[in-house]
């Protein structure tokens, strides 16, 4: 390792519904970083050789201590990125409910696969890489974090943390609950480092593969950091997920679920609904019922439990906010509701809905990461799929109509990761979670997930004399 971060250099995190300085954090320089990778590789080679029963367990303890911690752990989330109380204290219970998955599920995604061939036995077996890289946004600073460590762990593998910087106390306390819950020394580590000081950890010969979720910028910075240096990685990056709503839908609850989806944790979700593309014949309709609950939406202080929409996490991300909404109605979109910053101290702006979007407007065009959704008008279904495919972006979407049939053919023509029929999109443990196109490549969670990270080897014995005749000469 040549460089990172230089000593006495510091991270300072934010409480983004005031702008309070909440905490400054010295980083890590280059002799901790090594320390710490250095530590990571020699509980690679223990944990690796740790039976299933037993990674197991401690992923079971680490359910109970996110539980037992819960409350701390939901209101310094909310602290340092403005989560309301109540989704951060459900973050930290998915990441349990996610841990005990994986400990019931992990082993049988893993056991060796027996392989005819012209060998006596052949068999596929499923080995740990050894020290994976996570680099994790602010936005669910648990979740995303437990998503991919939870089947690391359970595969064999250890994992060192690059989190944001503006929730390094989150970073340290999910450090603190794989400490507490018996995982090995040196096993999970966080790296308090500045995005600028990520090359030479990304390039480091202990990092074996890296994961990464974030923006399409970071996702391809480190994965060509990762590609110069041949390392397996999995990147999960914008999305801007259509929503489709079809003439024949539940109208209140297309309505109802779209203004969640949009709207949980403030609009700063990679699959939160961002694009809804409505069938002419029912658009007014529906555009007015969500207008209406939108508007009940109560902006506020997010440790207050009545507060369903919080401030954005950083003043910057709501100012980018706000100059993609101005232009967009500049170019001739149409204001409906909000549409500007909320007085007052925080990063806060106003839940906002923009009808008549176009395409090629930025709304439409771009990922929009934020308390602000963009109407846009469908002709028909074959059009509405049209304009959800119109995207850089391949995360994922919803599709709402009566007839499941018809949308699951829709479904096959729709070019996402994912698509959610009458329901909100939502990653889940026991499904594969991913996209394609600019958001990235590679899958989390489920049986898909665990296998990213593994080496599939191929276990040859024999020959069979009596298939001898038959194997092959070359490669």
Known sequence: MTTTAARGASIETRNPATGDVLRTY?????AAVGARLDAAVAAAARWAETPFAERAERMRAAARTLRERKSALAELATREM??????????VEKCAVSCEWFAANGERFLIPEEHPSSATRSYVAFRPLGVLLAVMPWNFPYWQVFRAAAPAFMAGNVVV??????VTGCA??????FRASGFPDGAFAALVVGGKDMEPIVL?????????????????????????A??????????????????????????EIGVRSRFQNTGQSCIAAKRFIVEEPV???????????????RPGDPLARETTLGPLARADLRDALAEQVRDTVAAGAKLLLGGAPLDGPGAFYA???????????????????????????????????????????????????????????????????????????????????????????????SSFGIREFVNIQTVWIGPDTGNAANAPATE
């Open 26 to 30: 010295e980083t890590h320089d280059r």
């Open 82 to 91: 403005g989560k309301p109380l109540a989704e951060a204290e459900a973050e």
């Open 161 to 166: 943390l690059k989190h944001a910087s503006n």
């Open 172 to 177: 340290l306390a999910i450090e603190e609950v």
């Open 204 to 228: 480091d010969e202990r990092v074996a593969a890296v994961t990464l979720t974030g923006s399409e910028s970071a996702g391809s910075s480190v994965g060509a950091l990762a590609g110069r």
């Open 230 to 255: 041949i390392k397996k990685t999995v990147l999960e990056l914008g999305g801007s997920d259509y929503f489709i709503v079809l003439a024949d839908a539940d109208l209140d609850k297309a309505a």
């Open 283 to 297: 658009y007014e309709r529906y555009v007015t019922l969500f207008v209406e609950k939108a508007r009940a939406l």
């Open 351 to 445: 839940a906002t809905v923009v009808g008549d979007v176009q395409p090629g407007m930025r709304m439409a065009a771009e990922e929009t990461f934020g308390p602000a959704a963009a109407m846009l008008r469908a002709r028909d279904a074959d059009h509405a799929v049209a304009l959800a495919n119109d995207s850089r972006y391949g995360l994922g979407g919803n599709l709402w109509t009566r007839d499941v049939a018809r949308a699951e053919q829709l479904a096959a023509r729709l070019r996402s990761g994912n698509c959610f029929i009458n329901g909100m999109t939502a990653s889940d443990p026991r499904l594969p979670f991913g996209g394609i196109k600019q958001s990235g490549h590679g899958r989390e969670l």
